[in-house]
T-cell receptor, first 112, second 111 residues
Framework: NAGVTQTPKFRILKIGQSMTLQCAQD?????MYWYRQDPGMGLKLIYY???????DKGEVPNGYNVSRSTTEDFPLRLELAAPSQTSVYFC???????????FGPGTRLTVL | AQTVTQSQPEMSVQEAETVTLSCTYD???????LFWYKQPPSRQMILVIR??????QNATENRFSVNFQKAAKSFSLKISDSQLGDAAMYFC????????FGTGTRLQVFP
């Protein structure tokens, strides 16, 4: 079992470009999350989903969009990349909201 | 605002010794969960230990244990018999309806 996978591992974007960060899981967990980790900081929640078709905003949702059409996938969309979105992005899953969250390996995004 | 504070940006310990990492949180909730996550240089986030607020007994996982003081809103992590592989960033996190992370403590382990 792969657990939680994220693609790509690294990406450099120019200001104003768009991209989608992919997250997939084979753990059949209901809850999925997107976090960003800025240098020297903890993780901050961007968006989360409690199941297919249901998403909600976290602490820092501005500049991002998500969708969840299946249990397995939870893509994160950046529409107009800005330097402030340079960060490491983590996807995570949990069976129930208060259970342990299992994290993907992260995507390092640089916006120049 | 609900916050998690880790007041030690860096800590160091000698191999085989014991080290304690501090964490405090601010909440008016009575029902919540607390976690310690480890992030080695590989960047992978790994759960170290979890504590339910309604449990008075401190959680333990092998060499890792917590000192949970609910009234003081304190949740420290003790690592016994430290090993070189324990070197990492350690994040304290608090959950009520979302997971809130502290800023982390970088632990160095010296041989």
């Amino acid at each position: 079992n792969a657990g939680v996978t994220q693609t790509p591992k690294f990406r450099i974007l120019k200001i104003g470009q768009s991209m989608t960060l992919q997250c997939a899981q084979d753990m059949n967990h209901n809850y999925m999350y997107w976090y960003r980790q800025d240098p020297g900081m903890g993780l901050k929640l961007i968006y989360y989903s409690v199941g297919a078709g249901i998403t909600d905003k976290g602490e820092v949702p501005n500049g991002y969009n998500v969708s969840r059409s299946t249990t397995e996938d939870f893509p994160l969309r950046l529409e107009l990349a800005a330097p402030s979105q340079t960060s490491v992005y983590f996807c995570a899953v949990s069976l129930l909201s208060y259970n342990e969250q299992f994290f993907g390996p992260g995507t390092r995004l640089t916006v120049l | 605002a609900q916050t998690v504070t880790q007041s030690q940006p860096e800590m160091s310990v000698q191999e085989a010794e014991t080290v304690t990492l501090s964490c405090t949180y601010d909440t008016s909730e009575s029902d919540y969960y607390l976690f310690w996550y480890k992030q080695p240089p590989s960047r992978q986030m790994i759960l170290v230990i979890r504590q339910e607020a309604y449990k008075q007994q401190n959680a333990t996982e092998n060499r890792f244990s917590v000192n949970f003081q609910k009234a003081a809103k304190s949740f420290s992590l003790k690592i016994s018999d430290s090993q070189l592989g324990d070197a990492a960033m350690y994040f304290c996190a608090w959950w009520t309806d979302k997971l809130i992370f502290g800023t982390g403590t970088r632990l160095q382990v010296f041989p």
